[in-house]
């Protein structure tokens, strides 16, 4: 049985460098095709902060590209972060499966971790960073 829904605090791109304002349109929610991911990439080329922002029929999850368990990237080719079955996140690398209401890894080798959430928000169709 997996453990009730709950996270850490979202990464905020005011923290990254170079990263944009909060206000800042990242793209529209038609823009990101169904069960499909948009992939932002900001900071530095020595310290860049990629993160993506995936579509699950009305919601919308933000979360840092990058692997708990080691810090490798979790998509399998650019942009595609689900399972075959298209109901959790999937890393490439090691196979850690991960929630996408939260981040919680409760399959792989960092179960019990969290992706790192990234602050969006979505209003009038359009992604915003938050």
Do not use: S
């Not at 932002?40 to 922002?53: A, C």
């Not at 692997?67 to 399998?76: E, G, I, K, Q, R």
């Not at 090691?94 to 969290?114: I, K, L, M, S």
Request: with cysteine; glycine share 10%.
């Amino acid at each position: 049985m997996l453990p009730k829904l709950g996270k850490p605090g979202p990464a905020y791109l005011a923290d990254v460098p170079n990263a944009p304002q909060a206000g800042t349109v990242l793209c529209r929610i038609d823009d990101i095709p169904e069960n499909g991911a948009a992939v932002f990439t900001y900071g530095t080329e020595e310290d860049p902060f990629e993160f993506f922002v995936q579509r699950i029929g009305e919601a919308v999850y933000a979360y840092r590209n990058l692997c708990p368990h080691v810090a490798l990237p979790m998509d399998w080719r650019p942009g595609v972060f689900m399972d075959p079955q298209r109901t959790f996140f999937l890393c490439a690398n090691h196979g850690a499966v991960f929630r996408p209401e939260d981040g919680y890894c409760f399959a792989g080798p960092c179960r019990g971790q969290y992706l790192t959430a990234t602050a969006i928000e979505v209003r009038n169709g359009i992604v915003y960073v938050a």
